[in-house]
């Protein structure tokens, strides 16, 4: 059976109006009669008749969809990005369309693709990194293209970035202040710009003090690779009394490891600071100290980009201060 909509011909007919008296009806700031609006509207209620955004947008070349493309959603730290993303999408007229990629290059060139065919006025990429070729073709078709933590622009793009590199540098400022002397970095093996960047600025801070530095990297982003991270190095006869981890989510693992599995004490035996301030790193039984990302000023900076007409082939870029915030994984 053919599935059919109700049509604004249907409310039309209904109502004893034209068409275009239909269409200015439901535009914004259209002049159309008080008396003819009420029809109108009492027509599209009748018959339960819905504007078409998607075909509107099609003929005015602005469909108000905007592609999320992004791995691990369910990570705490990109849900509450994501979150906040489509609630300010949202408000301001517009709706996130979601594509979940792996973190593959390919994979995000895919996405965008797809993107590309849904005729979105936008992407925001938050994983992965599309070819130069394909961020020309999105410019081209006017497609704003927004890079959160990426490794590098491209054209015509806004690329947004955090201070990771002045945040590890504070971690290990604050691990020598709190007396640490055995001091350790904990890192994944993703290799993504932010957490390369968080593990520069702690080595070179770490170098400029003079104190050399134990590290250790292994697997994804997770939990799972913090447990394993924080039993290897901390099941060593000269185990560090200070550790730097490049996400809450590993530093979450590194602690439980020292408490659970090695019976050490946070932060009386060692001490731990992460990064992210995942909802996680408040909860009571972690206590961790971090580094928190500006979620709303991320998503703002995005959307901020969406308002303008897309320029010419210069990239931009917005870097973002990140705030430490101090809990009870760290001798003070």
Known sequence: MTKRQVSARDVAELAGVSRTA???????????????????????????YQVNH?????????TGLVALIAAEVST?????????????????????????????????SRALRQAIAYRTDAAIVLSGMPDMSLAETCRRNGMELVLINR??????????????????????????????????LANSCAGTASLEDRAAGFRQAAAEAGIPIQEAAAGPTSYQTGLNLGTRLLAQAERPDGIFCTTDLIACGVMDAARTRLRLRVPADVSVIGFDDIEQAGWEAYGLTT?????????RAALGALD?????SAPSRITLPVNMIWRSSIRR
């Open 76 to 108: 705490p730290h990109r849900s509450a990005l994501l979150a906040a993303l489509t609630e300010q999408l949202q408000a301001a007229g517009k709706i996130g369309l979601l594509i979940n990629t792996d973190r593959s290059d390919d994979s995000v």
């Open 22 to 48: 239909v269409s200015r009806a439901f535009t914004p700031g259209a002049s159309v009669a008080k008396e003819t609006r009420a029809r109108i509207e009492a027509a599209a209620e009748q018959l339960g």
């Open 151 to 184: 490794d590098e622009a491209r054209p015509g793009s806004l690329l947004i970035r955090l201070e990771d590199a002045d945040a590890g540098r504070q971690a290990f400022a604050a691990l020598a202040a709190a007396g640490c002397r055995r001091i350790a």
């Open 291 to 299: 580094f928190g990302q500006p979620i709303d000023d991320l998503a």
């Open 308 to 312: 303008s007409p897309p320029g010419d």
């Open 54 to 62: 998607l075909a509107r947008g099609l003929i005015t070349a602005n």
